[in-house]
T-cell receptor
Framework: SQKIEQNSEALNIQEGKTATLTCNYT??????LQWYRQDPGRGPVFLLL?????KEKRKERLKVTFDTTLKQSLFHITASQPADSATYLCAHTGRRALTFGSGTRLQVQP | NAGVMQNPRHLVRRRGQEARLRCSPMKGHSHVYWYRQLPEEGLKFMVYLQKENIIDESGMPKERFSAEFPKEGPSILRIQQVVRGDSAAYFCASSLPGGSANTGELFFGEGSRLTVL
């Protein structure tokens, strides 16, 4: 069955460093992957979408890559700030609706 | 310019009661999705609706749960005879016509948190 997986362990980094989060998928080849941010007690907010024919997509301090050979998407936050602390979710196109990974919690220490 | 509106934000029910959660999509959006999130877990898809149609309910439990999106008014997720395991955050999202997930982002509400005593 189609699976999308994220590292469930929290990622702790120092302010100013680059955070890198991983999303792996198995048993299928999604045409698109999306990344969302979720703060505690809030709904997810869309960040970026990357298509399978795009190697990389950037938005301000955010960068997403899509490696169809490794079946993996990487999400980078450069010059991280404490305000970037949140849970980050990757999502792919399911049969008809987005299917989400379980998310990775990022904690940026000042 | 309201976003996706969900109410109530918090709902407490006793076992056996009914819970009704409402969702008004963003203006111009005709597709609504319901997701459930248990504490410390990811979002699980439940149902996808367009006006007056259920497009995909593959994630919905077969019993006690139902959803509708009438021609007029909000989408409603209904849980009958609630049990403690139904305690969760229920998120609604909407998208533009043409569907979510193929290319478009989903716009989420702030969720309805159901607690079953």
């Amino acid at each position: 069955s189609q699976k999308i997986e994220q590292n469930s362990e929290a990622l702790n980094i120092q302010e100013g460093k680059t955070a890198t989060l991983t999303c792996n998928y198995t048993n299928y080849s999604p045409a698109y992957l999306q990344w969302y941010r979720q703060d505690p007690g809030r709904g997810p907010v869309f960040l970026l979408l990357i298509r399978e024919n795009e190697k990389e997509k950037r938005k301000e301090r955010l960068k997403v890559t899509f490696d169809t050979t490794l079946k993996q998407s990487l999400f980078h936050i450069t010059a991280s700030q404490p305000a970037d602390s949140a849970t980050y979710l990757c999502a792919h196109t399911g049969r008809r609706a987005l299917t989400f990974g379980s998310g990775t919690r990022l904690q940026v220490q000042p | 310019n309201a976003g996706v509106m969900q109410n109530p934000r918090h709902l407490v029910r006793r076992r056996g009661q009914e819970a009704r959660l409402r969702c008004s999509p963003m203006k111009g959006h005709s597709h609504v999705y319901w997701y459930r999130q248990l504490p410390e877990e990811g979002l699980k898809f439940m149902v996808y609706l367009q006006k007056e149609n259920i497009i995909d309910e593959s994630g919905m439990p077969k019993e006690r749960f139902s959803a509708e999106f009438p021609k007029e008014g909000p989408s409603i997720l209904r849980i009958q005879q609630v049990v403690r395991g139904d305690s969760a955050a229920y998120f609604c999202a909407s998208s533009l016509p043409g569907g979510s997930a193929n290319t478009g982002e989903l716009f989420f509400g702030e969720g309805s948190r159901l607690t079953v005593l």
